[in-house]
């Protein structure tokens, strides 16, 4: 019975994933039919899709120094110049290789190659954007992953590109990096490709500060007055000890939740909002008229950043204290 080449993909948002149902088939020593079997629909359906022959000129790149023992280098070379040589014809900027992201991607090929089969989560196995967020340092918003087994990267390029799911992953304009992996066993190889948009990272201040400015430039789109800005919470009231603004988001990021007990303190002596952000110039839209209020006279920011349960990728808890 001829090897039919296998493909995956999987394309993730914070907080959404599609969990695609691979078909997997039996193989032989013989070379590859010519088609493609790849898992596209949310359904879980295969569809096949006629190989074709492509003309492929690599461009140039470089790889990072990561440690490696058994991945094919050329391979994970060549894969990463096709991809960006597709993205620039299709108008998409290009993808830059994340050591992080390769390094997930190299220990899942390990993974898939030493279970002998194609998943974007093997038993055992974190999800995708928890494998991501503790391999890289750059803090992701979106993430995506195309998994396959072909014979050399050049028609395993090809391949994943005829079909349409691995073929959005390959073009999405929103990712700017990505991990490549190439493990070879014999003269098949288990190709990994981790995608992921790859946000600015700033300092707690500079987030609190970008938050700041927002919330005042809605001030002034209500032509309401500015409002003083506290750096902590201590008032005369009862209560004379306040947590800091800060401390009250941590013990949301902590409990994974909002409504812990520092927040009700809080909220016992202030109007607070309270929400999860990775974008510091978006105010959440439930924030309009609270922040537009004309008996408002100061605010106070407090951001703590965590990876949790919940956001497995990592997340900024935010609290809005306004007076």
Not at 59 to 77: G, K, Q, V, W
Not at 101 to 109: E, V
Not at 161 to 175: G, W
Not at 278 to 305: D, K, Q
């Amino acid at each position: 019975m001829p090897r039919a080449l296998i493909t995956a993909c999987k394309s993730l948002a914070t907080r959404r994933l599609a969990m695609l149902l691979l078909l997997v088939t039996a193989a032989d020593p013989g070379r590859p039919s010519t088609r493609l079997m790849a898992a596209s629909d949310n359904d879980g359906s295969a569809k096949e899709t006629p190989a074709q022959s492509a003309t492929l000129k690599p461009a140039s790149a470089t790889s990072p120094d990561i440690p490696f023992t058994e991945y094919d280098l050329e391979s994970e070379r060549i894969l990463l110049e096709l991809a960006n040589e597709a993205r620039a014809q299709a108008g998409a900027p290009p993808l830059k290789l994340d050591g992080g992201l390769s390094q997930a991607a190299r220990a899942h090929a390990s993974a898939m190659f030493a279970a002998r089969q194609l998943s974007h989560q093997l038993d055992g196995e974190p999800s995708v954007p928890q494998r991501l967020a503790a391999a890289t340092r750059a803090q992701l918003d979106q993430e995506g992953e195309n998994v396959a087994l072909d014979f050399d990267a050049e028609k395993g390029h090809e391949h994943l590109m005829l079909s349409a799911p691995h073929r959005a992953n390959l073009l999405n304009a929103a990712y700017n990096v990505v991990g490549m992996a190439v493990v070879r066993s014999g003269d098949r190889l288990y190709i990994v490709q981790d995608f992921g948009h790859a946000l600015p990272i700033y300092s707690t201040a500079e987030w609190k500060d970008r938050i700041a400015a927002a919330l005042l430039q809605a001030r002034r789109q209500a032509k309401q007055p500015a409002l003083g800005r506290r750096d902590s919470l201590v008032r005369d009231s009862p209560v004379k000890d306040l947590p800091s603004a800060d401390d009250v988001a941590c013990s949301m990021a902590q409990a994974d939740r909002f409504g812990t007990a520092p927040v009700q303190q809080l909220a016992q002596h202030y109007t607070v909002l309270t929400y999860t952000s990775l974008h510091p110039e978006t105010l959440p839209g439930n924030a309009a008229l609270l922040v537009a209020s004309h008996n408002l006279r100061s605010f106070s920011i407090g951001a703590c950043y965590a990876r949790t349960t919940t956001y497995p990728a990592g997340v900024y808890w935010v609290v809005l204290s306004l007076d």
